[in-house]
C-alpha cells in the first residue's frame, strides 16, 4: 500500500526565498505516516490506547528540488522494512501539477512501552504494515 496526501505550501513553511525550510519535510512525513496508519485500519491513538508507542530513532532526507510557496506537492508514504521491534516507511515529495520528484526519505520508528521500553510490535500491526518495493530510488 502507498498512502498520498496532497498538501499547498503555506507561506509560513518558506523561508526568505520563498523555498519551504527543510525541516518542514518532516512534517509532511509525519503527516503522511499518519494517515497511511489510518489506512491500514489502525490509527496512532488505538496503537497507544493498546501500549505501544512508535519512536521516531533515524531520519533520512535527499532534497532534489525546491518546493515554493503556493506549490501543491504530494506526499506519498510505504512501509519499507518491517522487523520485529522496528518499522520503517519511505517517502517520496512531488510537484503535483508535473509530478516533478522533489524530495525523498525515510524513516525508521521503534516501537516502545509507556515505559520507554523496547517492546515487539503486535502480531495485529505487523499483520497490517505490509513491506513493498520502493517506488522511487530513494
Known amino acids: 500500500m502507498i498512502s498520498s496526501i496532497t498538501l499547498r505550501v503555506n507561506y509560513s513553511e518558506t523561508d526568505q526565498m520563498g523555498v519551504v525550510y527543510h525541516a518542514n519535510y518532516l512534517i509532511w512525513f509525519d503527516r503522511a505516516r499518519t494517515e497511511l496508519m489510518r489506512e491500514t485500519g489502525l490509527t496512532y491513538k488505538e496503537l497507544e490506547q493498546q501500549g505501544v508507542f512508535l519512536a521516531v530513532s533515524t531520519v533520512r532526507i535527499r532534497y532534489r528540488a525546491a518546493a515554493r510557496y503556493d506549490d501543491l ?43 520507554h521500553t523496547l517492546t515487539r510490535l503486535p502480531d495485529h500491526v505487523l499483520d497490517l504494515l505490509k513491506p513493498i518495493p520502493d517506488p522511487v530510488d530513494l
Open 73 to 115: 506537492v504530494l506526499v506519498r508514504c510505504w512501509v519499507r522494512e518491517l522487523a520485529s521491534r522496528r518499522v520503517t516507511f519511505g517517502y517520496a515529495v512531488d510537484r503535483a501539477a508535473t509530478g516533478e520528484l522533489l524530495a525523498t526519505g525515510e524513516t525508521s520508528l521503534v516501537s516502545l512501552t509507556h515505559q
